[in-house]
């Protein structure tokens, strides 16, 4: 068996052709067939009538999800790039082509997916555009397929192509240690522990014990799933699925490997690293990195030897935070921690670089103390400069570096920093917090910084200060007052958007009629339905109900208003009050409130009495 991986942009259709060529809907969260988007690994088993097959690996194409894209890349050897037939290549695609050139994909074939959606005599048209746009990437000149999954089109000759493709990959190396990165986790009743994942190299047969890494445990493999089947033995290259009945769930997770007795997990390697050019810039002799390697992401070094920077390859050591397996010739690639810019990939060399290469100054060792002394508790440059005995402007640079490798973390108003670890355990306590209040309310925006700072015990003026630097590096989001996770999508329940729709009806003979925001507001509270009070705030967040003066609007009528005082400004260049007011068939007490509101929203310019489009408005339209 080998490992076809999907890729491409968001929305482009991977998980309904993996459906379609399999059967299965790669989509195993209900949250993902909700929304028709992938958040995570998805897997599907590709068979032929003459024994060949594969395991599909299909990832997330949302650049929030990257990581869990990386997670399962790894594996792949046959990749399917998906794209569009009418938004042709885009971003996300170029990026996931980016990151796969590092790793172990050996062919590609480019997939022009919804070409029903386009006449037959721009299919070649769509067909050139890709093509074009994939040069100077890993998959300039490869074979386009075009296909539709709601007609079924050309999906015959794909699957033959894939056959053909499958059949030709030559086989993985079987007579090496057992290498199986963990990319997930969970029980089954009566059986205990299950891990899933891709086997690298190496086989595995029934009965065996095997090492989970890091932390070398025995693990006693009493059965071996591929694909819903069981199977006495499995080697190289195909998904597997073992149970691990003396492993307990909450000692093992994605990032761990299951391996042979001869793999154990280190945290310094030699490696041939290749920059990508665009990120050049960013790579100096030491690096902050955030490393992918098997199914695990960690933080670390990159450190080049002899302190020289290459722009073609370079050796370097790369020294993590955290153990992870891996070995002569294994395939990673390296990010920025913050924001996580791609920086390249490479091969590792050899093991065992020596801890002394990379040892930390009696100052930086100093700084660390004090901050993990403190933890939560913020420490200023001065703390530091006294601590390690340095001047100031020394002492920043020592919290530069360590600022680099996140132990420690900067805070602002005042300029403060706080011991990396502490704040990665809070932000974890807080997504929890996050996810479990977006589970049980989904239709509010967040929860407040008050409600988190009661929850955790934690003073709120201090938690604010750590959120929001956590938030601009885009780990968490801060909207209207509510913080919440970086996927949270509010949505309404079926309830809450007919009590909403009724509360503020559309009059097709004033359809520019508002409601007295107070009565509303008022209804919202005395409503006997659940959420009410946040659905209702969720709804002027995002802008599906805006406040006027004392009246309210639906989001719909204001993107009316704005489209023809847009298109009558356009035409006259002014006007005035009474022919706003008759441009909308409204009453003085409407117009005037409104008027202000799109002064103050940048869409028009009050001179006197007349209105004119501002600028920024009149470039949009």
């Given at each position: 068996m080998h490992?076809?991986?999907?890729?491409?942009?968001?929305?482009?259709?991977?998980?309904?052709?993996?459906?379609?060529?399999?059967?299965?809907?790669?989509?195993?969260?209900?949250?993902?067939?909700?929304?028709?988007?992938t958040l995570d690994l998805g897997f599907a088993h590709l068979r032929f009538d003459d024994g060949v097959e594969g395991g599909i690996v299909d990832v997330p194409g949302h650049e929030r999800f990257l990581h869990n894209m990386l997670a399962g890349a790894a594996g792949m050897e046959l990749l399917?790039?998906?794209?569009?037939?009418?938004?042709?290549?885009?971003?996300?695609?170029?990026?996931?082509?980016?990151?796969?050139?590092?790793?172990?994909?050996?062919?590609?074939?480019?997939?022009?997916?919804?070409?029903?959606?386009?006449?037959?005599?721009?299919?070649?048209?769509?067909?050139?555009?890709?093509?074009?746009?994939?040069?100077?990437?890993?998959?300039a000149s490869s074979p386009i397929y075009?296909?539709?999954?709601?007609?079924?089109?050309?999906?015959?000759?794909?699957?033959?192509?894939?056959?053909?493709?499958?059949?030709?990959?030559?086989?993985?190396?079987?007579?090496?240690?057992?290498?199986?990165p963990v990319d997930r986790v969970f029980s089954l009743p009566g059986l205990g522990t299950v891990v899933t994942g891709t086997l690298?190299?190496?086989?595995?047969?029934?009965?065996?014990?095997?090492?989970?890494?890091?932390?070398?445990?025995?693990?006693?493999?009493?059965?071996?799933?591929?694909?819903?089947?069981?199977?006495?033995?499995?080697?190289?290259?195909?998904?597997?699925?073992?149970?691990?009945?003396?492993?307990?769930?909450?000692?093992?997770?994605?990032?761990?490997?299951?391996?042979?007795?001869?793999?154990?997990?280190?945290?310094?390697?030699?490696?041939?690293?290749?920059?990508?050019?665009?990120?050049?810039?960013?790579?100096?002799?030491?690096?902050?990195?955030?490393?992918?390697?098997?199914?695990?992401?960690?933080?670390?070094?990159?450190v080049a030897q002899n302190g020289s920077v290459n722009a073609n390859e370079m050796r370097a050591n790369l020294h993590l935070r955290e153990p992870v397996v891996a070995f002569p010739g294994l395939r990673f690639v390296?990010?920025?921690?913050?924001?996580?810019?791609?920086?390249?990939?490479?091969?590792?060399?050899?093991?065992?670089?020596?801890d002394d290469a990379d040892t930390e100054g009696a100052a930086e060792r100093a700084a660390v103390t004090?901050?993990?002394?403190?933890?939560?508790?913020?420490?200023?440059?001065?703390?530091?400069?006294?601590?390690?005995?340095?001047?100031?402007?020394?002492?920043?640079?020592?919290?530069?570096?360590?600022?680099?490798?996140?132990?420690?973390?900067?805070?602002?108003?005042?300029?403060?920093?706080?011991?990396?670890?502490?704040?990665?355990?809070?932000?974890?306590?807080?997504?929890?917090?996050?996810?479990?209040?977006?589970?049980r309310e989904s239709w509010a925006m967040g929860v407040t910084s008050l409600a988190l700072s009661r929850s955790l015990g934690i003073g709120e003026p201090l938690l604010v200060r750590i959120m929001e630097r956590f938030v601009s590096e885009g780990r968490l989001l801060h909207r209207s007052g509510y913080y919440c996770t970086v996927d949270h999508d509010p949505a309404l329940t079926s309830e809450q958007r007919a009590f909403f729709d009724h509360l503020v009806p559309l009059d097709e003979e004033q359809p520019f009629l508002p409601i007295p925001f107070a009565g509303a507001a008022a209804a919202v509270k005395l409503a006997k339905l659940a959420g009410a009070v946040k659905a209702f705030d969720t709804l002027l967040a995002r802008g599906a109900l805006v406040k006027v003066g004392d009246d309210l609007y639906r989001g719909s009528q204001i993107a009316d208003i704005r489209t023809r005082v847009e298109t009558l400004l356009s035409e006259r260049e002014r006007m005035t009050a009474a022919e706003f007011r008759d441009l909308l068939g409204t009453s003085r007490k409407y117009a005037v409130p409104m008027l202000e509101w799109l002064d103050g929203h940048g869409v028009t310019i009050r001179?006197?009495?007349?209105?004119?489009?501002?600028r920024t408005a009149a470039s949009r339209s």
């Open positions: 490992i076809v991986g999907t890729a491409g942009h968001v929305d482009h259709g991977k998980s309904a052709l993996v459906a379609a060529l399999t059967g299965t809907n790669p989509d195993r969260l209900v949250e993902e067939q909700e929304r028709g988007m399917l790039l998906i794209v569009d037939a009418v938004e042709g290549v885009m971003p996300q695609t170029l990026e996931h082509l980016q990151i796969l050139q590092f790793l172990n994909v050996r062919r590609i074939i480019v997939v022009v997916s919804k070409i029903d959606l386009i006449d037959e005599a721009e299919r070649d048209d769509a067909a050139r555009r890709i093509a074009e746009h994939l040069q100077g990437t890993i998959a075009p296909v539709s999954v709601v007609t079924g089109e050309n999906l015959d000759t794909l699957r033959n192509v894939l056959h053909e493709e499958l059949a030709a990959l030559p086989p993985r190396n079987t007579d090496a240690p057992a290498y199986l690298m190299q190496g086989r595995i047969e029934t009965g065996e014990t095997l090492m989970v890494e890091p932390g070398g445990k025995a693990a006693h493999v009493r059965s071996i799933g591929v694909f819903g089947s069981t199977r006495p033995s499995v080697e190289a290259g195909a998904r597997v699925a073992l149970n691990l009945p003396g492993i307990d769930r909450h000692e093992i997770e994605r990032g761990h490997a299951i391996v042979g007795r001869e793999l154990t997990a280190r945290t310094n390697f030699a490696v041939r690293f290749v920059p990508l050019q665009s990120a050049l810039s960013l790579i100096g002799r030491r690096t902050a990195v955030r490393a992918y390697v098997g199914s695990s992401e960690v933080l670390g070094t990159l390296l990010r920025r921690p913050s924001p996580m810019t791609l920086l390249g990939g490479g091969h590792v060399e050899a093991l065992d670089i020596p004090l901050l993990r002394e403190r933890g939560l508790q913020p420490v200023d440059l001065a703390a530091v400069a006294l601590t390690a005995n340095l001047r100031e402007r020394a002492a920043r640079d020592v919290l530069e570096r360590l600022v680099e490798r996140e132990e420690a973390l900067p805070i602002e108003r005042p300029a403060e920093y706080v011991d990396g670890a502490a704040a990665r355990v809070l932000l974890a306590r807080v997504i929890e917090g996050l996810r479990d209040a977006q589970e001179s006197g009495d007349f209105r004119t489009l501002r």
